[in-house]
C-alpha cells in the first residue's frame, strides 16, 4: 500500500507528471486557487511537463481556462465547462458574504444591478478591460468605484457569472464577458452538482476528510456530507485527518495556496503543527511560498523576478542532504525554465 501522501501526489498530477496541458491539469482538479496569478500559474506548470508561464497565458487570452471568484471567496481557475454549475452552487454563498460589507460600502441590490448593466456594456462585441478601466466606466455611468467598492461591484459581477477573466495584457489581470468566453453548458442539478465537485475533488486530492472537502468547496458541512454521500467517494474517503507522513524523494518549490497544501482543512500530514500558524504568511522567518522535502513542508522560499533573471531564496528548518539539494537546485532550474530567464537558488 502507498503512503498517503504518495497516493495525493500522484492524484494531483505532481509525481508522475499527470497532464498534458494547462487545461487539462485544472479541469481533473475542479478549480485551482489562483489570487497569485504567477504561483497559480506555476503550480499548474508542476503537473504539466516543460509547461512555461507564457503557455499558461495563451491558455487564459484564448479562453482554455478561466480565472473567477468562485467557490471559496477568492480567485481560482477553473475549466470554461464547469465554470456555471459551480457559480450556481457555490454563488448564493459568497454572495452573502459580499453582502456583510453592503450597508457600509452603500451597495444596494439595485446598484449591483446598474453596475453589471454598465459592465456588460463596456465588454460587449469581445472586449476586455482591467479593473481601472472598468472603474472609470463606472464612473462615467455615475456609479462611485473606488478601493474596496469597486472589488465588490467587480466581485458581485463575477458571482453573477456575467465576466471572467479575459487575455493578461502586460502583468494586468483583464475581465471579459463570461458568456462570450466560455459557451453555454447545460445545467446541472443542485444533487449533481454537488456529486459533481465531490468527485473532482476526491480523486484529485484524495484521500480526504469531508471536513478538507467542506473547506476547499466553500460548502456547508451539511451540504458536504451530502455531495460525499451522492458521489460515492467511500475509496478516497477518510474518516479522521491523517498524522505526519513521508514520500520519500518527492522535493518542490511549492507555490503559494498550492492545492498539495492548501486545499485541505487539516495538514497535520505535510506540516508540523507548531508552524502552522504562519503557514502561507510572509514573516521575518518565513517566506510565502513552500520548500517541500520527502512530501513534508520543509522550509520556505521567496522568488525574485526582473526583467533578464530571476532568482530563489530558501529558508529551510534543517541542513539539507547533498542530494535533497541537487534536487533544489534542479527545481531552481525548472521554475527559470517556466520564466523564461536564468534562475539562481539562494540559501
Known amino acids: 500500500m502507498p503512503s498517503l ?29 489562483a489570487q497569485d496569478y504567477l504561483g497559480a500559474a506555476w503550480a499548474l506548470a508542476l503537473r504539466v511537463g516543460d509547461l512555461t508561464l507564457a503557455d499558461v497565458d495563451r491558455a487564459l487570452a484564448e479562453g482554455r481556462i478561466l480565472r473567477t471568484h468562485v467557490l471559496r471567496p477568492t480567485w ?27 450597508a457600509r460600502l452603500e451597495l444596494t441590490p439595485a446598484l449591483y444591478r446598474r453596475a453589471r448593466a454598465v459592465i456588460v456594456r463596456a465588454l ?77 475533488y476526491f480523486r484529485s486530492h ?15 458541512m451539511g451540504d458536504a456530507r451530502k455531495a460525499v454521500t451522492l458521489a460515492g467517494v467511500g475509496r478516497w474517503l ?34 508540523d503543527p507548531a508552524r502552522a500558524r504562519n503557514f502561507g504568511v510572509f514573516t521575518s522567518t518565513e517566506f510565502p511560498h513552500q520548500v517541500v522535502l520527502h512530501g513534508r513542508v520543509a522550509g520556505s522560499w521567496r522568488r525574485e523576478v526582473q526583467a533578464k533573471r530571476a532568482g530563489i531564496t530558501l529558508k529551510l528548518y534543517a541542513k539539507p542532504t547533498a542530494t535533497e539539494l541537487r534536487a533544489l537546485t534542479a527545481e531552481t532550474r525548472r521554475f527559470g525554465r517556466f520564466l523564461g530567464l536564468p534562475c539562481d537558488m539562494r540559501h
Open 206 to 220: 484524495g484521500p480526504a476528510t469531508a471536513h478538507d472537502f467542506a473547506w476547499w468547496s466553500g460548502l456547508t
Open 76 to 102: 481560482h481557475f477553473a475549466a470554461p465547462a464547469d465554470l456555471r454549475w459551480m457559480l450556481a452552487l457555490s454563488g448564493p454563498r459568497l454572495k452573502r458574504l459580499l453582502t456583510t460589507y453592503d
Open 124 to 200: 460587449e462585441g469581445g472586449q476586455s478591460k482591467t479593473r481601472n478601466e472598468l472603474a472609470a466606466e463606472l464612473k462615467r455611468g455615475r456609479i462611485v468605484a473606488a478601493s474596496l467598492r469597486l472589488a465588490h461591484l467587480v466581485m458581485d459581477a463575477e458571482i453573477a457569472g456575467v465576466i471572467c477573466s479575459g487575455p493578461r495584457r502586460g502583468a494586468q489581470m483583464t475581465y471579459a464577458l463570461l458568456d462570450e468566453r466560455a459557451p453555454a453548458a447545460p445545467p446541472l442539478t443542485r444533487d449533481e452538482a454537488l456529486a459533481t465537485l465531490a468527485t473532482r
Open 5 to 33: 501522501l504518495v497516493d495525493r501526489l500522484s492524484r494531483q498530477g505532481l509525481k508522475p507528471l499527470a497532464h498534458a496541458t494547462p487545461e487539462a491539469a485544472v479541469a481533473w482538479l475542479g478549480a485551482v486557487q
Open 238 to 271: 477518510l474518516a479522521e485527518p491523517p498524522s505526519l507522513d513521508r514520500a520519500t524523494g518527492a522535493h518542490y518549490l511549492l507555490p503559494n495556496y498550492d492545492e498539495y497544501l492548501i486545499a485541505y482543512r487539516h495538514r497535520d500530514a505535510v506540516l
